[in-house]
């Protein structure tokens, strides 16, 4: 461990020299070349960045930026004046897989800003460092760059496939703010598919959550079996690779952990420039804890190199998901900087990465009425996210111009919310505990398909400990008052203090419906040193998931009257037909009949003395029958019998 | 117990207690009532305690700083309600979303089954509204409510508007670990009712309600609040809840503490607490409050819209603003800092509040009495059924030969024959089930028959029933076996005594109000009955002490005890709409008074009535 500590802090001093030597040089050289900032200690990303550049039209480049601009420029004009959809759809900018040339490693960091239904403002990061390499095949790998060392011994050492794991505190409202970029349930989840070279699994599953538990400072060691299943259909592999035997998967989650700074600065130490540069400088903690929702993951998975698929390479994406609470009462306009949310503003993109970029989602205000975004930005850019075509405009932070004469950015909105109303997601569910008493309860869940003409099949998973006793038998899926049979159940049932419930199902959601599952439950009793130091709070269950393809608000755009192409229009795309999305339920708090621990010992005194003395006088008063007996003669009566006794005479 | 192994020595004691039975009994019964006046008296009190670590050492600072403002929300309120006639849903909705709620809507319809005259209802239908400040970073686990009823009329205005001027000022606050929900709802118990049902998806009652859409998982506290008037003289704290439950005393010790530090007058039952409890009147003001305690929750019935929340476990009070002709005024927004106070604390809460007591009686906001102090004077009057128990038991044992060692044969007790153990049991619980089914099946019928309203039906249909079963056994007793034999009488009345022991003692395990009350009327009855004392005396007696007539009295002494005498005839009328309320509390709510009293209670007194005619 001394050790490990060791090569990353060299590791790490080594970056921060790194850093230095090319601030210190990017500024000596900028007076000379304006903006010419990006990787100036690396000739060979230049190389690189301008060959990837030339596959996509939309980055602009930086010879050609005055002719760019011009024509960026028009066409924004052209949006604000004919309302058509933004130019060039063709390229989007999201999820380009393109090749990344001779260094092997490569990092991006991206921010996505999007202001929400509800006048609260959400901020997803993405930081994405890939690398050629191979950790599996027995071959050490010792030279780090990029990648975090901590996370590559573990992917070796316990032949990990495939990480996922999240770090979330509060719940997505998704009736208020939508879809997530990346759904997580509160509390921390952990799933993990292992490479079918382990032969035992379990104990490779135990090891790993405590070095996670170790890396992330957070309480992942209490994940054991009981709250560990294997799901066969939910948790599918989401990098290459076709084995999907669900041996290998392993999933758990704690939605009690609480999520706070010392698990953001073990995080944060994960990226390359750490939080000294680059858009990890706005994740302070005393503003990213001071919001909504605050959801962190890391996401590790072997991806494609190239698309031919040839060779694979590691991706390493961490996440960050936060939501500020803006609420202002009486105040028609909202405004927010990136000062206000954060406490700083950005100065420079992180040298060590190939792209550095801002998004705003300025979707919902084509027209730029409810929207001010200052300083104003010539790039726009369009992707489908979550089956919805979005449009965003782009800061690029590899180019000094964004930092303008100040030399920061502080990106400024004012819009007017439209707060109140609810959003009708597609697909949303919620879940609760009927009932009342200590005895028993019903597990509620229920899932809404709003979509008005098309039902779909989700795939429920729920995972329930084995304190909570389902009564398998009655399960009820019932959508629209009738009997809903699922296509498919996997059940696997308890073992008490051994393993959890595990119970998936592929429900048909008929279209503009809410479906509910029922299951009753019987509260078991525990053993009085099982109980939790705090047994009145109640006992957690984590989050239902539900997986689903959901028709994509595209697809569900059957308003042929607008204007495009009419060639375009016939036949409903298939690609965009439908995506891919995970939903989270609540956890429940649940109640088990808790027995009152001052009592214990005044509980056990009486019971002792009520059995000893009440009941065993009573049996003998009820089971013998007495009699009278003789007074027992008195000493000197029996002495004298004894001496009549040896006499030979008749005692008295 | 070597003393009962003795034959000699149990003789002996049994002899004793045969002898002295009358004279222990008389001194135990005595003793029990003084036992229970004494438990007002303040040197044998425990000054409340906050027994919670996390609500108790805490410190918050209350800073609701816009009182007016809210009062002139519930003026809004109230122009919007009498425009709209009824619950003004929309303004709600809009107004509640304003403040940066999720509000939602639940509609409900409930027939009840006969029509209500005190608050003129039958086809009830209404829609409760209800706002969730979602906690920030909170995973929708736990909850607290603050919840005002709507009304009809001019009532309530100002807790309503005080309820959404909260709602504004805590939706500013960062610290919220639980999230609140802010329910309006319409129709006081019903509404509730509908809510909580709706919430726990349960149904007890056949209310019809829609689903409710928004949750905040499991709810940890609740307050109700009751506010007339734009400035209070004293608030006032109801703990009573349905079936006699009450709140764990920390929420009751919670508001005591805050009262205390705002500077509020605060009381319980409408009483102030007094200093002078060494003076004649203070001791009197102290057992008047915990008498109408008791018989508060003797009546089974929720005194606030909190009393529902408690058969979900959740702990809940309701806060009443009274407005007296005091001259020390307390204005809106020191009662909103007194409840931002209170669920700041209940929002540090752990876990449910559960350290203190849930079994109590007060004698003053600052005084209570824990079960372990109130249970021996219902033991002293329990015992008294025993001894009695004994006594006959030792009398049908010794007349016939007497085996040695004192077991009784069993045949030789029997032979007056179950059947006239039996048949009066039968009868008697046939009586009790028509007193429990009749009233409201045969309304309609009555209405038809009789110039009476539906009300008036039930209740007078319910009395005639009562009337009806005293006439009843005894006659059928005598029809089917002759003359009674006094064999026979014994067994029956040694039954009886048992029985009710039994019933009582249960009872006063859940409700201990109800089981003493029925228990300081019953016992004696039970003690004294015998077919050879004087008849016309000794019915007079019983049908006085019969639990009728101990309702009939309950309702003259409440009304003198909450310093509102009423003539006659008002406390008669007021007798028979208290039990229309028994009943449509017990179709309404669940309430088991009702249900107890007449399936029980009264067959087990008409057993005694049996046993004074037997001959």
Redesign the interface.
């Known amino acids: 461990m001394a050790a490990h500590r060791c090569s990353r802090s060299a590791l790490l001093l080594v970056l921060c020299s790194l850093c230095l030597f090319s601030i210190a040089e990017s500024q000596e050289t900028t007076p000379a070349g304006d903006h010419r900032a990006t990787g100036v200690d690396n000739p060979q990303s230049v190389t690189g960045s301008t060959e990837q550049m030339a596959e996509q039209p939309t980055v602009v480049e930086e010879e050609e930026e005055e002719e760019e601009d011009r024509r960026w420029e028009a066409t924004r004009d052209e949006v604000e004046t004919e309302n058509t959809s933004a130019p060039d759809t063709s390229a989007p900018t999201f999820e380009v897989h393109s090749s990344v040339p001779k260094p092997k490693d490569d990092f991006q960091e991206e921010l996505v800003i999007r202001p929400l239904h509800s006048g609260d403002i959400y901020a997803s990061f993405q930081f994405r460092t890939l690398w050629e390499t191979d950790f599996t095949t027995g071959n050490k790998v010792s030279h780090y760059r990029l990648f975090p060392k901590s996370l590559g011994q573990v992917i070796s050492k316990f032949s990990v496939r495939e990480l996922h794991i999240s770090f979330t505190q509060g719940y997505w409202r998704t009736m208020q703010w939508g879809q997530p970029f990346l759904p997580s349930p509160p509390g921390a989840e952990l799933w993990v598919w292992f490479q079918d070279s382990v032969t035992d699994v379990d104990e490779t599953w135990k090891e790993l959550t405590n070095v996670l538990s170790g890396i992330f400072c957070a309480s992942l060691n209490f994940i054991d079996s009981t709250n560990t299943v294997q799901p066969s259909a939910s948790f599918k592999p989401l990098g290459i690779g076709n084995v999907t035997d669900h041996r290998f998967l392993r999933y758990a989650t704690l939605p009690r952990e609480i999520v706070c700074t010392e698990n953001l600065t073990p995080w944060k130490k994960l990226l390359p420039c750490g939080s000294k540069a680059g858009l990890a400088v706005l994740l302070k903690s005393e503003k990213l804890f001071h919001s909504s929702f605050h959801s962190q993951a890391v996401h590790i998975r072997p991806v494609c190199k190239d698309w031919q698929c040839k060779t694979k390479s590691w991706e390493l994406r961490q996440t960050l998901n936060v939501v500020f609470d803006l609420h202002t009462p009486g105040q028609g306009k909202q405004e927010w900087s990136l000062f206000k949310m954060f406490s700083r503003t950005l100065t420079e993109a992180c040298p060590l990465a190939s792209s550095s970029k801002i998004y705003v989602d300025i979707t919902d205000d084509p027209q730029g009425e409810q929207f001010e975004v200052s300083p104003a930005t010539h790039l726009l850019s369009q992707a489908m996210v979550l089956g919805d075509r979005r449009t965003f405009s782009l800061y690029d932070l590899t180019q000094q111009i964004t930092f303008g004469t100040v030399r920061s950015l502080n990106l400024h909105i004012r819009w007017k919310s439209s707060e109140g109303d609810m959003l009708r997601p597609l697909l949303h569910a919620e879940r609760y505990v009927a009932g009342y008493g200590l005895q028993t309860g019903e597990i509620h869940t229920l899932m809404y398909n709003n979509h008005p003409y098309r039902g779909f099949p989700v795939l429920l998973m729920d995972s329930v400990p084995w304190y909570l006793r389902l009564y398998i038998h009655t399960l009820t899926v019932t959508s629209k008052g009738k009997d809903n049979k699922p296509s498919y159940i996997h059940y696997q049932p308890s073992k008490d203090r051994v393993r959890p419930h595990l119970l998936e199902m592929l429900v048909q959601l008929p279209p503009n419906s809410v479906t509910e599952v029922t299951v009753q439950f019987e509260r078991a009793l525990l053993k009085w040193t099982e109980y939790t130091p705090d047994p009145n709070h109640g006992f957690y269950v984590g989050s239902s998931v539900i997986s689903s393809l959901v028709p994509s608000i595209v697809a569900m755009d059957t308003n042929s009257t607008r204007e495009q192409p009419l060639f375009s229009s016939f036949f409903p795309c298939k690609e965009e037909s439908s995506y891919f999305m995970r939903v989270y339920t609540e956890p429940l708090l649940v109640n088990l009949p808790t027995p009152d621990f001052s009592m214990p010992y005044n509980v056990i005194c009486l019971t002792c003395t009520v059995v000893a003395v009440g009941y065993g006088s009573l049996y003998n008063l009820l089971t013998r029958s007495f009699q009278i007996e003789e007074p027992s003669p008195g000493l000197a009566k029996r002495l004298a019998n004894i001496i009549r006794r040896m006499r030979g005479v008749p005692p008295l | 117990?070597?003393l009962?192994?003795?034959?000699?020595r149990r003789r002996a004691l049994i002899g004793l207690l045969t002898r002295l039975n009358a004279p222990i009994c008389v001194v135990c019964y005595m003793a029990g009532v003084a036992w229970f006046m004494g438990l007002a008296f303040e040197p044998f009190t425990l000054r409340t305690y906050m027994s919670e670590n996390a609500m108790g050492s805490t410190m918050v600072e209350e800073r609701f700083p816009a009182g007016e403002r809210a009062l002139a929300t519930g003026r809004e309120f109230a122009a919007h309600k009498k425009k709209t006639g009824g619950m003004p849903v929309d303004w709600l909705v809009?107004t509640m979303?304003?403040?940066?709620l999720?509000v939602f809507t639940q509609r409900f319809s409930r027939r009840l089954p006969f029509p209500d005259e005190d608050k003129e209802r039958y086809m009830v239908k209404g829609t409760n509204v209800y706002g969730i400040l979602?906690a920030?970073?909170?995973?929708?686990?736990?909850a607290l409510v603050l919840s005002a009823p709507c009304t009809a009329g001019d009532h309530n205005n100002q807790a309503v508007g005080l309820l959404l001027g909260l709602a504004?000022y805590f939706?500013?606050q960062?610290y919220w670990a639980k999230d609140i929900i802010f329910l309006v709802n319409e129709h006081d118990l019903i509404g509730m009712q509908a809510w909580l049902e709706g919430y726990?998806?349960?149904n007890t009652t056949g209310m019809d309600w829609s689903p409710l859409q928004?949750?905040g998982?499991?709810i940890q506290a609740a307050l109700s609040l009751e506010l007339s008037s734009d400035v209070v003289t004293s608030l006032d704290l109801v703990l009573e809840g349905l079936n006699g439950q009450l709140p764990n005393l920390d929420l009751a010790n919670l508001f005591y503490a805050f009262c205390q530090k705002i500077g509020v007058l605060c009381t319980t039952q409408g009483k102030l607490q007094r200093n002078d409890w060494d003076s004649v009147s203070g001791y009197s003001h102290a057992v008047q409050t915990m008498m109408l305690m008791a018989m508060k929750q003797a009546s089974g019935r929720p005194w606030g819209d909190h009393g529902l929340f408690l058969?979900?476990?959740i702990e809940a009070a309701t806060i009443k603003g009274i407005n007296s002709f005091r001259q020390y005024k307390t204005d809106a927004t020191t009662v909103g800092r007194l409840l931002e106070g209170m669920y700041r604390k209940l929002n540090n809460l752990?876990?449910?509040l559960?350290q203190s007591y849930f079994f109590y009686l007060m004698s003053s906001l600052s005084h209570f009495v824990s079960i372990g102090y109130y249970m021996p004077a219902f033991g002293l009057l329990g015992v008294i059924l025993l001894l009695r128990a004994l006594d006959l038991w030792v009398q049908l044992a010794s007349p016939p030969p007497r085996t040695e060692?004192g077991v009784v044969d069993a045949e030789q007790v029997s032979s007056p024959g179950v059947l006239s153990v039996l048949t009066p049991l039968v009868i008697s619980h046939l009586t009790g089930a028509a007193l429990y089914t009749l009233p409201i099946h045969f309304q309609e019928m009555a209405v038809e028959h009789f110039p009476v309203s539906e009300t008036e039906a039930v209740v007078l249909t319910a009395i005639a029933v009562y009337t009806a079963g005293l006439a009843l056994p005894h006659n059928t007793n005598r029809l089917l076996t002759g003359q009674g034999t006094e064999q026979g009488w014994k067994v029956l009345k040694l039954v009886a005594v048992l029985y009710l022991a039994v019933l009582l003692g249960c009872t006063a395990l859940i409700n201990f109000s109800l089981g003493f009350i029925l228990a300081l009327t019953l016992v004696p009855v039970a003690a004294f009955v015998t077919p050879n004392v004087p008849k016309v005396l000794s019915a007079f007696v019983l049908v006085v002490l019969s639990p009728a007539c101990t309702l009939l009295f309950s309702v003259f002494f409440f009304q003198e005890l909450q310093e509102m005498p009423v003539s006659f005839l008002d406390g008669w009328m007021l007798y028979l709409s208290v039990i229309s309320q028994g009943i449509l509390d017990h179709a309404l709510y669940g309430s088991l008074v009702y249900p107890l009293v007449a399936l029980l209670v009264y067959p087990c007194w008409l057993l005694f009535w049996n046993i004074l005619f037997w001959k």
Do not use: F, I, W
């Open positions: 117990m070597g009962l192994s003795d034959p000699n809009k979303q304003s403040r940066g999720e979602r920030p970073r909170a995973p929708r686990t736990e504004q939706r500013n960062v726990h998806h349960t928004g949750r998982g499991s058969r979900y476990h752990l876990e449910r559960h060692d």
